[in-house]
């Protein structure tokens, strides 16, 4: 798909089709956050993916926004280094490489809906990364049920002219 | 552009060439961040567009590594308010933002090289944003000198398997 049609095809979706991701898929979605950008190349995550559906319906539960975790055909958890310094520089670089991710996906026609999470010991406990990492995001993936991804004209989002200014705020 | 190729496309920047930005491309570009993904759509950005060359000579001192801001076609300044909580999120989504940016660039072999802000005083002075906002971040963007961009098979990241565990870490 052209990009500019993906940019634009790239929306919430939160309620997923059975369908399930091919595994070439898969990969280069995860790719495509493996190759966001991020200061000093430092790459502070790791992608847990998670297809088990037993697994899925568990991790739905570790916050309240998460529970078309559920019904996902995968989930990428973005699992970071737990940082007394340099957060919001480390939280910057991880909203990169979800763009990344939910970009590569929406040009395969899949959709994604990211949550939060709340109650980071269950997120361990099914994801199992170290101590000194935490579950920074959930990324759900899967075909969307109903209408499928496409360009959106009208995007729920502030006016263009509100949002950019020429030369001087 | 194929947006597999604009992902594996866009690297990091900062030689520019003479060319300017075609207009629309610059509208895109912008767009493409206006569209990005926010936190209960809170859209926590305003972007000033920076093509005066005295402006960006001017731009290019507020962080001692953003002197390529200097020679680029035009400088995008991503422009936020002033939080005392949920910084984290709030950075979060300027990382979305600036991901959508650069790829939307790419996509037209535009490429770009994002600089932070350290002299947030000049940099209010230069771009005129209100006293509780700041200036996260700035995206110089210009057609590259030397070699156009191209896909990259073996990005400087990680290895693939190193970054993405299957199901458990």
């Known amino acids: 798909m052209e990009t500019w049609k993906a940019i634009r095809s790239r929306r919430d979706v939160r309620e997923f089709s059975d369908r399930p ?49 559920a019904r996902s055909a995968a989930t990428i958890a973005l699992v970071a280094p737990i940082l007394a310094e340099q957060r919001e520089l480390e939280y910057f670089d991880l909203g990169q490489a979800t763009v990344s991710i939910m970009i590569a996906a929406a040009d395969l026609g899949i959709g994604s809906g990211h949550a939060a999470v709340a109650d980071q010991e269950l997120a361990r406990r099914i994801l199992g990364h170290p101590e000194d990492h935490f579950c920074a995001h959930l990324i759900p993936l899967g075909y969307p049920t109903g209408q499928p991804l496409f360009p959106m004209r009208q995007p729920r989002r502030r006016p263009f002219n509100e949002v950019v200014h020429r030369g001087h705020w």
């Open 21 to 69: 991701i091919e595994e070439d898929h898969l990969v280069r979605i995860l790719d495509a956050g493996r190759r966001a950008p991020s200061a000093r190349n430092w790459q502070p995550w790791d992608f847990v993916v998670v297809t088990d559906r037993d697994d899925l319906v568990e991790l739905a539960t570790v916050f309240v926004g998460a529970a078309h975790v």
